[in-house]
């Protein structure tokens, strides 16, 4: 079974029948042998430095998205949100998530105030990881052992130009980010999805 077809009509659903949806179908993704075999196994022995996409599907414009991360032991991204809904499930390996809280009003540009609210493992057995939208799911994932992980994200509709925020809790900050910097495969660090 493709991706098109596990996703069909996701991207018409409200958010939180989505992300509902979007756990279904990366729980029969990440157990279909055709897709690991073709799209995770080959990412294996893959050298890396830093954390990429190794692979990336697109619906049609403006729909879901499935990508394939590969993070290297020692890799994490910045903390950061997303502008549409995401879920994702480690394949191989464990990486641990957390999880923040916005504790300021958004009044004021460029500035945020986090909290950290959790920080959980999740390897395949520890199932689906879901981000809402905005400040709803402000996050960062990182792999800090010593073994490498691959997991596998879907994300919603794209609904404008930027991808989601950056933010950086030393100094308070927090910038958009736009879709042209999300990571492809093996690029330089500090971009984040
Ligand atoms: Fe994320």
């Not at 897709?35 to 619906?59: G, K, M, T």
Request: one cysteine or more.
């Amino acid at each position: 079974m493709t991706f098109t077809q596990y996703t069909r009509s996701l991207e018409v659903l409200p958010t939180e029948l989505a992300l509902r949806q979007a756990v279904s179908v990366l729980a029969r993704l990440v157990r279909d042998s055709v897709f690991l075999d073709s799209h995770i196994l080959p990412l294996l022995d893959e050298p890396a430095e830093d954390w990429y996409v190794a692979y990336r599907e697109d619906l049609p414009i403006g729909s879901t998205s499935l990508q394939v991360f590969v993070w290297p032991a020692g890799t994490r991204t910045m903390i950061h949100d997303h502008a549409c809904w995401g879920a994702f499930c480690c394949v191989v390996g464990t990486v641990f998530e957390e999880r923040y809280q916005r504790l300021d009003d958004g009044s004021l540009a460029d500035h945020a105030r986090l909290k950290k609210h959790w920080q959980l493992p999740w390897s395949l057995e520890d199932g689906i990881s879901t981000v809402l939208p905005g400040a709803r799911g402000i996050h960062r994932v990182g792999n800090p052992t010593e073994v490498r992980a691959v997991s596998v994200h879907l994300y919603g509709p794209r609904l404008g130009e930027i991808d989601g925020r950056d933010y950086d809790p030393l100094c308070d900050y927090v910038c958009d980010r736009p879709h042209d910097r999300i990571r492809a495969r093996k690029q330089t660090p500090e971009t984040s999805r």
